[in-house]
Antibody, heavy 123, light 110 residues
Framework: EVQLLESGGGLVQPGGSLRLSCAAS????????MNWVRQAPGKGLEWVSG????????YYAVSVKGRFTISRDESKKTLYLQMTTLRAEDTAVYYC????????????????WGQGTLVTVSS | QSVLTQPPSVSEAPRQRVSISCSGS????????VNWYQQLPGKAPRLLIY???LLSSEVSDRFSGSKSGTSASLAISGLQSEDEADYYC???????????FGGGTKLTVL
């Protein structure tokens, strides 16, 4: 059974850093593209970043480019999102989402999602 | 302001049919597949439709998707109270090199 479990959220001051983790089970990380999607309180979904199955391609939303870094550790079966220079507008629930194939884009959607971890950026 | 445009809300009576639109452009919907997600209150999103009109596994066939040009639609027939949720369309945008979502549509079953 595919499972995704996010952790690492919490309260952080503006300008601070945080690293989110997504523990994956039930599938091989390197066989699928993985993504981070966030949702600000009471707002819609916003794609943040994605990594191809091969790990050779990474993409970022304009709003986080240069501040966030997506990575993974296959030995730990974990996807990460390193977030730096955090702003109030980064406050959101962050979801880890698996794509149905190993391409960042393409025909298939995000077929499995974690339950999310809340990041609050506030002084 | 979302790249893909959806109506903020729709409502319809039980057992009726409702359609949710998603408007995009030549850099996203016109060239790339559209996916639809359902988000029940307090829950993570769930994939309903992928590749414009293909039903995800274990999704009721009351849900269907279609696309024409720069627009896509999600239709739900035989509405049930359990269908009350937020619905999002999404597509890859070739200009932004990013996945883009619609702003979401809140479905109310009257």
């Amino acid at each position: 059974e595919v499972q995704l479990l996010e952790s690492g959220g919490g309260l952080v001051q503006p300008g601070g850093s945080l690293r989110l983790s997504c523990a994956a089970s039930g599938f091989t990380l390197s066989s699928y593209a993985m993504n981070w999607v966030r949702q600000a309180p009471g707002k819609g979904l916003e794609w943040v970043s994605g990594m191809s199955g091969s790990g050779g391609s990474t993409y970022y939303a304009v709003s986080v480019k240069g501040r966030f870094t997506i990575s993974r550790d296959e030995s730990k079966k974990t996807l990460y999102l390193q977030m730096t220079t955090l702003r109030a507008e980064d406050t959101a629930v962050y979801y880890c989402a698996k794509k149905g194939d190993d391409y960042i884009y393409g025909r298939l959607g995000f077929d499995y999602w974690g339950q999310g971890t809340l990041v609050t950026v506030s002084s | 302001q979302s790249v893909l445009t959806q109506p903020p809300s729709v409502s319809e009576a039980p057992r009726q049919r409702v359609s949710i639109s998603c408007s995009g452009s030549s850099s996203n919907i016109a060239k790339n597949a559209v996916n639809w997600y359902q988000q029940l209150p307090g829950k993570a999103p769930r994939l309903l439709i992928y590749d414009d009109d293909l039903l995800s596994s274990e999704v009721s066939d009351r849900f269907s998707g279609s696309k024409s040009g720069t627009s896509a639609s999600l239709a739900i027939s035989g509405l049930q109270s359990e269908d009350e949720a937020d619905y999002y369309c999404a597509s890859w945008d070739d200009s932004l090199n990013a996945w883009v979502f619609g702003g979401g549509t809140k479905l109310t079953v009257l």
